[in-house]
C-alpha cells in the first residue's frame, strides 16, 4: 500500500530495513513523556515476530525516502476487538504536518481490509493531540479493556 500526499510523504508497509526507526520514533515520545515498559519493548525490540508474524501490519510514513512516521496495527485477542491502532511515533521534526491522521488512516484502511469490525487504542489523557486526531477519526471513549501499560488512562474504540 503506498499512499502519498501533498507534503512528499509516502506510506509504505513495514520492511525489517525500517525496524530501528519503529523503534526510535515510539521510543522518542514514550521517554519524552512516560517511561518504557516491558510491553514496549516486547514490540518495538521485535516487530516482525511481535506485530507482523501475529497477523499485524506497521505504516511507515517516508518523506525523501526517511521513516518520519510509524504506526502498528495489532491483532487482539479476547478482548471484543480486531485490532488495535498501536506505537504510532512522528519525528518532532515532522510534528503538525498531518503525518499522524496519514498514518492513522493508513491503518484504519488496512484493518477494513483484514475484515476488521472494531478497532481499539489506548492512550493517556495528557496527550490531548493525539486523542483530538483519533475522535476526529471517530473513535469514541470506551473502558475496561486490560492494559499491560502503566501509562495508559483512556481508551478509546471504533466501530468500521
Not at 512516560?34 to 505504516?59: C, R, T, V, W
Not at 512522528?90 to 472494531?118: D, M, N, Q, R
Not at 486526531?133 to 466501530?159: C, H, N, W
Request: proline fraction near 4%.
Amino acid at each position: 500500500m503506498r499512499t502519498s500526499n501533498k507534503k512528499n510523504i509516502v506510506i509504505v508497509p513495514f520492511e525489517s530495513m525500517y525496524s530501528r526507526a519503529f523503534k526510535d520514533l515510539n521510543q522518542w515520545w514514550i521517554e519524552k513523556y512516560f517511561k518504557m515498559e516491558e510491553a514496549d519493548y516486547k514490540s518495538l525490540d521485535n516487530p516482525q515476530s511481535h506485530i507482523i508474524d501475529n497477523g499485524g501490519y506497521i505504516a511507515v510514513a517516508l518523506q525523501n525516502e526517511k521513516p518520519v512516521g510509524v504506526c502498528a496495527l495489532i491483532k487482539m485477542q479476547n478482548t471484543g476487538y480486531d485490532y488495535e491502532l498501536s506505537k504510532m511515533g512522528v519525528s518532532p521534526k515532522v510534528h503538525g504536518k498531518g503525518i499522524g491522521h496519514l498514518l492513522a488512516t493508513c491503518i484504519i484502511e488496512k484493518a477494513k481490509e483484514l475484515g476488521a469490525k472494531k478497532l481499539f487504542l489506548e492512550t493517556h489523557t495528557s496527550l490531548v493531540p493525539a486523542i483530538n486526531l483519533y475522535k476526529k477519526l471517530g473513535f469514541k471513549e470506551i473502558k475496561g479493556v486490560a492494559t499491560p501499560y502503566e501509562r495508559s488512562d483512556y481508551q478509546m474504540g471504533l466501530e468500521l
